[in-house]
């Protein structure tokens, strides 16, 4: 099976590098940008396992001791290379260019123009048909099934055009390395798309990865099937076969806890467990700690039942949860706080059940949770918040102990989704929106109390059902066409008049947005007659809410939940 090697400098979008290739239908593999590779990896030829390399982006500089370079091997190795903004200064780089860091940085969605040599220009060029390859990936009038070799692909060079990419530097390429060209430059004068006219490199000072780029699947697409020659041969369904694989050959007969939150990561992850091992070692604990959406418990109990668990324990630990979390306001003190005590409740409860110290500890991470908590492949990634079942040191000392199982750590919310539909879940619970697993403490800002967490369950709850019974134009439930919806109660009150009297009400933010993975995320453009009959709603029915609030920051800047 054809391979795309993945170097990872600590970019927050590596795995969704990865992703796309492996939506094309490519397998791919990650590690550490640093890593010494092997004779046999930095093999070529038409049987080689690695078809090409991919350099990721990075937070550092290329110019400090904290840009990691890649093994040099990969430059004498004659495998294709793709440099993805730090992977291409990393590349220019270690081949002599210059890299500097300027007062006009380049962030956010920009405009590349790209060009292209004529068909007698690239002819006199060694490396002249893969670049012609490449470039295709750019062209809007070659469609993503030519590139990927299940059409027909034109050979005659587009004319010079523009579109829309995302940044995300703060270095500029200021003189490319001696070989390369460029084809394609940003608004701001700096070049965007190279390829070296000899050898099978070529570079992108942008992220072709995220959504928000103008044909960023193509650009992948030229590279992957055009300059490395891959054959599609890697599904969901072989992903199935080889985790399972894995998970009973590394289990065996040992017991298999599952923290489980009734949420869509937790609930394919016990879908995977119970459908890999006999049901009768598979424990699936359930905490109903208080911080819960409205009626969790009840539905979460009929869907497990439904799956064939055998064994569900579910823990009412409301009291300890509020009573760790009293007088917490900052956002990373309340998620070490829970994280901590989902361990603890967790150890005090398997003791309860009498299961053997070999006993495994399953978790439904998935990969945003890990590189969102500086946990990625390499050593570079940077945090942005810590997540309860990644950040605990009661979790990392499991974790150091070899017993620690997340099967889905390298997937991305929609990849789950099509998992847990591969394992036979109900729509309704694989459609369901993400739910972070500290619960609506990172939905109440500041201190947590139980009266807070019984209005904003109320709030929350009119506003997803509201959001299941409206239509759009399009006539799909507003729920489906939003990828996550929920509602935030922020630590300040507002004053009000309800009844022709004075009302000192707490305000409530809402929140919808739109996305492919989770990484990038856009607001939902709510049609406005239904975003003032939710709001209405609410502050008729649950009293204490005085003003409702509509968020519309995308992600970046922002992150899709406040905390």
Request: charged letters at 25%; a negative charge; aromatic letters at 6%.
């Amino acid at each position: 099976m054809d391979k795309i090697l993945i170097l990872d400098f600590g970019s927050q979008t590596t795995q969704l590098i990865g992703r796309r290739i492996r939506d094309l239908g490519v397998y791919t593999e990650i590690i550490p940008g640093d890593s010494p590779l092997s004779p046999e990896t930095l093999a070529a030829g038409t049987n080689a396992p690695v078809r090409g390399i991919i350099l990721s982006g990075s937070p550092e500089s290329v110019y400090t001791p904290e840009g990691a370079a890649p093994d040099q091997g990969i430059y004498t190795c004659g495998l294709p290379l793709l440099g993805i903004c730090y992977g291409l200064q990393r590349m220019t780089y270690d081949r002599g260019g210059l890299v500097e860091a300027l007062h006009q940085r380049e962030y956010g969605g920009m405009e590349v123009t790209v060009k292209r040599e004529t068909k007698d220009e690239d002819r006199t060029l060694r490396n002249g048909e893969l670049i012609r390859k490449f470039l295709a990936g750019f062209d809007p009038a070659v469609p993503l099934q030519a590139l990927t070799g299940s059409a027909p692909l034109s050979a005659s060079p587009p004319a010079a055009h523009t579109f829309t990419a995302w940044m995300s530097h703060g270095d500029s390429l200021t003189r490319l390395a001696p070989g390369f060209r460029e084809y394609g430059v940003s608004a701001a004068g700096f070049p965007a798309v190279a390829a070296h006219e000899a050898e099978p490199w070529f570079g992108l000072q942008f992220h072709p990865e995220v959504t928000h780029t103008e044909r960023g699947l193509e650009i992948l697409a030229a590279f992957v099937f055009g300059a490395c020659g891959c054959k599609p041969g890697w599904t969901m369904e072989q992903y199935i076969e080889e985790v399972r694989a894995a998970l009973a050959e590394r289990v065996g007969r040992n017991p298999v806890l599952l923290l489980i939150s009734g949420g869509v990561d937790s609930t394919v992850a016990g879908a995977l467990l119970l459908k890999t091992l006999d049901a009768g070692q598979v424990h699936l604990m359930y905490m109903d700690t208080g911080l819960m959406r409205k009626d969790e418990t009840k539905t979460v109990k009929a869907a497990l039942e439904r799956l064939g668990a055998r064994h569900l324990h579910i823990v009412h630990c409301e009291e300890e949860f509020l009573s760790a979390l009293r007088g917490l306001a900052d956002p990373e003190a309340k998620r070490k706080a829970i994280g901590d005590l989902f361990i603890t409740i967790q150890e005090r409860e398997v003791s309860r059940l009498g299961l053997p110290e070999s006993y495994f500890l399953a978790q439904g991470t998935l990969y945003t949770d890990l590189i969102e908590s500086g946990k990625g492949v390499g050593k570079k990634a940077h945090l942005i918040k810590s997540h309860h079942n990644v950040g605990s040191p009661l979790v990392d000392a499991k974790r150091k102990a070899g017993h620690i199982i997340e099967p889905l750590d390298r997937l991305y919310k929609d990849e789950v989704r099509r998992l847990g539909r591969l394992l036979g879940i109900d729509e309704e619970v694989v459609r369901r929106h993400p739910f972070p697993g500290p619960g609506l403490a990172v939905r109440i800002l500041g201190e947590v109390t139980r009266e807070k967490c019984g209005i904003l369950r109320e709030a929350d709850a009119i506003y997803i059902e509201e959001l299941k019974n409206r239509r759009s134009a399009a006539g799909e439930r507003l729920y489906d066409e939003i990828w996550q919806a929920f509602a935030i109660l922020l630590p300040v009150r507002s004053v009000g008049v309800a009844g022709d009297v004075r009302k000192y009400g707490w305000v409530l933010a809402l929140r919808a947005i739109v996305s492919a993975d989770g990484m990038t995320a856009d607001v939902y453009p709510f049609p406005i007659k239904d975003l003032l009959e939710i709001s209405t709603l609410i502050t008729n029915t649950v009293k204490d809410i005085g003003r409702v609030t509509y968020d519309v920051s995308s992600k970046p800047p922002a992150t899709i939940e406040w905390e």
